[in-house]
């Protein structure tokens, strides 16, 4: 219970000092900054696997599924690349909120901010939710299976299709509730003009990505749960990852046209997590295994996109 409460306690820490600190004044997050605090939150993720070893040697938390602690940080980093290589799809459809609602790039982090806040505790109710019903009925982990097989068919066949946020029917839900401004008015969610109160485009833009994030969570935390049922790699492993998003997205945003192929990538991992979970009662894949999968199914991705982008401009 303490790992927990220190964990989670420590997190708030980072987020308080993100907005109250180090991004007091809204600004634009430039390439520079975006890396080095992707390279900082990276850093933490893999660091923090020496917290998960001792955890486990020294049973400071409980551990239902008796990992030893090699297998627990190999499920946890497995856990991590999953959940991170998954937030790179995200990153599309938070790219297309900003611009479908023009909002500027000096308040996109201070949305982002929010945005996690919202996550964390979406992903935690998720998370536990998950845990419990496969740790109580064993037949779950096949509906989970076969869910992420149908994401992954769904991904392959339909990845090029993007819709405008204007059409979505929280945004329609929205301008009934309140009547939205058609301009940013500074970083201001709200406006009150003649006693009438206005939404402004970053409230919608953050209600939709705060949506968004919960769609990603329906595929990222059964693909997790497909590695370990154990909460604390899976809460951990996915929070650690979550908090990297924001810089991550402002330093890959501006790449996603050279990664173009980088959604094959994904397809392939959800594919096999979901292969995974269907026949983990009769065959026992091993955790390297399943590393090596995502780690060559990532690189496969961005090699395929670098060569076949040399190509076209020859």
């Not at 303490?2 to 964990?7: A, D, M």
């Not at 400071?60 to 602690?69: D, E, F, K, R, V």
């Not at 991904?155 to 945004?171: A, G, R, V």
Request: charged share 15%; with cysteine; aromatic share 14%.
């Amino acid at each position: 219970m303490i790992v927990w409460t220190v964990f989670i306690v420590i997190v708030i820490l980072a987020l308080i000092l993100d907005l109250g600190v180090f991004n007091r004044k809204p600004h634009e997050i430039k390439t520079k900054e975006a890396a080095i605090w992707t390279s900082v939150w990276v850093a933490c993720a893999i660091l923090f696997s020496g917290i998960v070893y001792l955890s486990f040697q020294n049973n400071w938390i409980a551990n239902p599924t008796n990992l030893t602690p090699s297998d627990a940080v190999i499920k946890y980093i497995t856990g991590y690349l999953i959940e991170l290589s998954l937030s790179v799809d995200n990153i599309f459809i938070i790219a297309l909120i900003f611009s479908s609602f023009a909002i500027p790039k000096k308040y996109q982090h201070e949305v982002l901010f929010y945005g996690v806040l919202g996550a964390i505790v979406f992903r935690a109710l998720m998370i536990l939710f998950g845990v419990a019903l496969i740790t109580k009925f064993n037949w779950m982990i096949y509906v989970f299976g076969a869910f992420l097989i149908l994401t992954a068919l769904k991904m392959l066949f339909s990845h090029n299709s993007q819709k405008d946020p204007h059409d979505f029917i929280i945004y329609k839900w929205i301008s009934k509730v309140y009547p939205v401004t058609t301009t940013v008015e500074g970083d201001k969610f709200f406006i009150i003009n003649n006693g009438v109160k206005y939404a402004t485009p970053l409230f919608v833009a953050l209600i939709i990505i705060e949506l968004t994030d919960v769609f990603f969570a329906i595929d990222s935390i059964p693909a997790i749960l497909a590695i370990t049922a154990d909460p604390f790699i899976v809460f951990s492993s996915n929070i650690l990852a979550i908090m990297g998003l924001r810089s991550m997205f402002f330093l890959v945003v501006g790449m996603l046209d050279k990664f173009k192929y980088i959604n094959y990538s994904l397809v392939v991992i959800l594919a096999f997590v979901g292969i995974k979970m269907i026949i983990s009662h009769q065959v026992e894949i091993p955790e390297w295994l399943s590393l090596g999968v995502i780690v060559i199914s990532l690189a496969g991705g961005m090699i395929a996109s670098k060569l076949v982008g040399k190509t076209e401009i020859e």
